[in-house]
């Protein structure tokens, strides 16, 4: 880019004027950076009940881990219950020696939502493929 | 269109547009980000929070459930009667039959309730399922 924007005695200004530009520019920036986590919310898929059915009926019963969400406090994997701050503990090994990776959830009604959920999180990082959430 | 010389001490009379394209740049923008929230229900919902995520940024059906019991079929507000019904219309529009039907609820709901509207919405057709989170910034225990 010249140095010479203003060519002397003529008033022509021959740069381009760059401020509006960066000016829009680091506004919607600080939009992006603001509105980003609020706008776009994640979310967890589950198996519809009706796959989940054809899904735990093909997986051989060995094969697939059953949690059962019993209270907010404990959880039942497999046949054994443990302490949801726990469930990691238990469930790590179990998904790990799935070869199907399937987890199908079974929770009580009184359970909230969000442990619900949180029992679902915990199942996906510890590598379950599949989530299958079983009615009653 | 032609270029006018502008002479020592001449008064620009032109109007400047530089600041009105700014600002409708600005609104363009606020408005291409504030669009999806715009097809969400205005219900009070504390989504739970989840480290891992899977389906985001996709068209959607949602379904909203708030503490208080309110329920909505995107921005539509419904009665637990209306939901199938509303349900399967949201469904049968052009395209949707596969369309992802995410369940938002608050994390203080009962799982009772969220298993029916989950029920529910297979009834009305839903192939794939998801559960609303929050990104969970922290690090994994």
């Known amino acids: 880019m010249s140095a010479r924007a203003r060519k002397p005695g003529t008033g022509i200004i021959s740069e381009i004027n760059m401020t509006p530009l960066i000016d829009v520019s680091l506004v919607l920036v600080v939009i992006l950076l603001v509105a980003t ?15 989940s059915r054809r899904e735990a009926a093909t ?13 907010e406090e ?9 302490p949801r701050p726990e469930l ?3 469930l790590g090994p179990a998904i790990e020696h ?3 990776r399937l987890v199908v959830v079974r929770c009580a009604d009184g359970v909230t939502h969000g442990t619900f959920v949180g029992v679902l999180d915990e199942a996906h990082a510890l590598g379950a493929s599949r989530i299958a959430v079983v009615g009653r | 269109m032609r270029r006018r010389v502008r002479r020592e001490g001449e008064l620009i009379t032109r109007i400047n547009v530089t600041p009105i394209i700014d600002v409708a740049l600005v609104l363009v923008t606020i408005l291409l980000v504030t669009a999806p929230m715009m097809s969400i229900a205005d219900l ?10 899977e389906a985001e940024d996709e068209r959607n059906v949602s379904i909203t ?24 219309a949201a469904l049968a529009k052009p395209g949707n039959d596969r369309v992802l039907v995410v369940v938002r609820a608050d994390s203080g709901v009962p799982y009772g309730e969220i298993r029916d509207l989950l029920g529910e919405a297979r009834r009305a057709g839903a192939r794939r399922i998801a559960v609303a989170t929050r990104q969970r910034e922290e690090a994994p225990k």
């Open chain 1, 74 to 82: 404990s959880v039942r994997v497999g046949s054994a219950v443990v």
């Open chain 2, 65 to 88: 459930r708030s503490v208080a019991g309110e329920l909505a079929v995107d921005r539509e507000r419904v009665t637990r009667e209306q939901l199938g019904v509303a349900l399967r």
């Open chain 1, 37 to 51: 986590p609020l706008a776009f919310q994640s979310s967890l898929l589950l198996s519809t009940a009706a796959a």
């Open chain 2, 44 to 53: 009070p919902v504390n989504l739970p929070k989840a480290r891992t995520r």
């Open chain 1, 98 to 100: 799935s070869a199907s």
């Open chain 1, 59 to 71: 997986a051989a019963a060995p094969d697939r881990v059953e949690i059962t969400v019993l209270s």
């Open chain 1, 88 to 90: 990691a503990r238990a």
